[in-house]
């Protein structure tokens, strides 16, 4: 179970290089417990951005993480 969990763990981290870093630090600011009004003062989004950019940027982790996916499976 540790080495399955630290193996998506690892999936997880190459799947959030492949997204832009704007992607990435809305993910992660939220991943983090900031509220959306943190988010945009941090991010400099307005507070209605954020909820679409988050979307977007999980949209994104989600294509990103199955095409990494897809490219295993093709190796295997």
């Known amino acids: 179970d540790e080495l399955a ?4 763990w690892a999936q997880v981290r190459r799947a959030l290089d492949q997204i832009s ?3 990435r630090e809305v993910l992660l600011l939220w991943d983090a417990g900031l509220s ?4 945009s ?3 400099e989004l307005s507070p209605g951005a954020v909820g679409t ?3 977007r940027a999980r949209r994104r982790l ?4 199955g095409q990494m ?4 499976a093709a190796h295997n």
């Open 53 to 55: 950019t988050l979307a």
């Open 41 to 43: 003062d941090v991010m």
């Open 5 to 8: 969990s630290q193996e998506r």
């Open 21 to 23: 870093d704007r992607d």
């Open 36 to 39: 959306y009004g943190e988010i």
């Open 69 to 72: 996916e897809q490219e295993h």
């Open 62 to 65: 989600v294509e990103a993480h």
